[in-house]
């Protein structure tokens, strides 16, 4: 479902991402991990058509993401670690600005935003000003119009900053639910326990390049010592800059 085939970004001299090869097949959820600046966003920016490769190329359900970026993006829902919300418009007005990106109106889709904003659970400020929302409703807000299109291909970027325990526990459900469903997540995140906990197969990044990719047996593995992914994760990052 999402292919990156040589995958490469340069930004003056300098390399964020290495010639990445990966493939993410329908119905699984991958957690991308790596420390700050090893070119976890610079990927995601480049599968969802926000910034363009250097070379290589992203495919999203087969359409490249730069030949053919509507029919890719269709496919799409995408939430940013910090994201960009429209802070005059209420809750409800935003759902219907983005339903009416994706083409999506009347009654039904009305009624789908509602259900989506009470699963989760912001339906009570949904005429709010968004300017008035806490980081954590802003985020929850950005989860509710990322499924209002349903989705076949979900990318999220770190998204448990502001979120309460209870958030956290409900969304990482939610989204784990979905993959049975069909639904294709590729998550970069920070919190390993989380990643150890749901994910499929992980993937770790490190100065641009793609160092290893398996499930959480497969990367535990390759320790010197028994361990856990945290483990894992700081021996093969070991000397990386923050």
């Known amino acids: 479902m999402i292919r990156m085939e040589s995958l490469h970004k340069k930004f003056g001299d300098k390399t964020a991402v290495v010639n990445l090869d990966l493939h993410i097949p329908e119905g699984e959820f991958f957690c991308y991990l790596g420390p700050n600046g090893a070119g976890k966003t610079t990927t995601i920016k480049m599968l969802t058509g926000l910034i363009r490769p250097t070379s290589g190329r992203a495919l999203i359900g087969g359409f490249d993401i730069q030949l053919n970026p509507v029919d890719a993006k269709r496919l799409i829902g995408y939430v940013p670690d910090h994201p960009f919300l429209y802070e005059k418009l209420t809750g409800r007005e935003f759902m219907r600005f983005v339903s009416g990106l994706f083409q999506l109106r009347g009654p039904k889709v009305d009624d789908y935003a509602d259900e989506l904003m009470q699963l989760f659970e912001i339906g009570g400020v949904a005429d709010q000003l968004i300017e008035n929302y806490s980081h954590g409703m802003r985020q929850k ?28 526990r409900f969304v990482k459900d939610y989204l784990k639910q979905k993959t049975r469903e069909g639904l294709t997540v590729l998550m970069s995140t920070h919190t390993l326990g989380i990643a150890e906990e749901i994910a499929d197969r992980i993937g770790i990044i490190s100065r641009g390049t793609l160092l290893h990719v398996g499930t959480v047996q497969d990367i535990v ?9 945290e483990d894992v994760f700081l021996e093969l990052t070991r000397g990386d800059a923050e």
Do not use: Q, T, Y
């Not at 119009?145 to 209870?166: A, Q, T």
């Not at 320790?223 to 992914?229: D, I, Q, R, T």
């Open 141 to 168: 807000l950005s989860f509710a119009s990322c499924f209002l299109h349903d989705p076949r291909v979900v990318i999220v970027d770190e998204p448990w900053v502001g979120l309460d325990p209870k958030n956290i």
């Open 221 to 229: 593995r390759l320790a010197e010592k028994p361990g856990s992914l």
